[in-house]
């Protein structure tokens, strides 16, 4: 089964890089096409609950037969499998693609997003959160499982916290944990990409491993990331202070300049 998944925190250019990638007629591209299933699914992983999980794989099965039935390759990118890398890898010997991006900037980004705006409540801290009532609307359900909360002692400080530090503890809880899942899976099936070196060479470098013809010229390609491409954004002094006050190895080995 030809399949291929991009992962990462979320506002770190998974669409983006799926919009660069789907140019290739040979590539059937998704994007988050199953929110509430997969944020589902992403709460139970990340809080250890004992949720059969036959649905989302069925889902995700079904889907990549259906583009493989074209002889087409299936691509997705989703914020929330990334939980799940090791069994994608496993199930349908998927390729994994992990976007990183300066957590200065994701940050940022969920924070006017509106990530954590209000505090959460529980009567016990050791119990996984439940529900808070976060989306506005429909289209937005997937909200209340994807925003996630630590459990036990560190819940009521982390409550207290800014919204742009919650922020900071999600950026490195996803992906260290990510990272520490990908030490479990074949070298060969994944890739990870700062999406501040997404330059021309790093677009065909990818194409190279997906098998995939580079289908955008240079000068196109320059033109695309210059209009949407994430760019580092500027941090304020105050921000600053409160995003530093988070540090974590992860930080530092994949964004030592942070620490300039």
Avoid at 99 to 112: A, H, I, M
Avoid at 172 to 179: A, S
Avoid at 233 to 243: A, F, G, P, T, W
Wanted: with cysteine.
């Amino acid at each position: 089964m030809k399949n291929v998944f991009i992962i990462g925190t979320g506002k770190c250019g998974e669409t983006f890089l799926n919009k660069l990638l789907k140019k290739d007629g040979t590539i059937d591209s998704y994007d988050e096409s199953r929110p509430l299933l997969q944020s589902y699914y992403k709460f139970i992983r990340y809080n250890k609950l004992k949720v059969d999980e036959a649905p989302l794989f069925l889902n995700i099965k079904k889907a990549i037969a259906n583009s493989n039935k074209k002889k087409k390759i299936y691509l997705e990118s989703s914020s929330f499998l990334s939980f799940h890398a090791k069994d994608l890898v496993n199930k349908f010997n998927s390729k994994i693609i992990v976007l990183l991006r300066n957590p200065n900037g994701v940050c940022k980004d969920l924070q006017e997003s509106g990530w954590y705006k209000n505090k959460y409540y529980k009567s016990n801290d050791n119990s996984a959160l439940g529900y808070q009532g976060i989306s506005t609307k429909f289209s937005n359900k997937h909200h209340n499982f994807s925003r996630l909360a630590p459990k036990g002692k560190l819940f009521s400080r982390w409550n207290k916290l800014t919204p742009l530090a919650k922020s900071k503890w999600y950026w490195d809880e996803v992906n260290t944990r990510l990272i520490k899942d990908l030490k479990k899976i074949d070298k060969k099936n994944y890739m990870i990409v700062r999406i501040e070196d997404l330059k021309f060479e790093k677009y065909v470098e990818i194409c190279n491993w997906l098998k995939v013809k580079p289908i955008l010229i240079k000068i196109k390609f320059r033109f695309l990331t210059n209009i949407q491409q994430i760019k580092n954004i500027k941090i304020k002094d105050r921000d600053k202070k409160i995003l530093g006050s988070y540090k974590s190895k992860f930080e530092k080995k994949f964004y030592p300049e942070n620490f300039r």
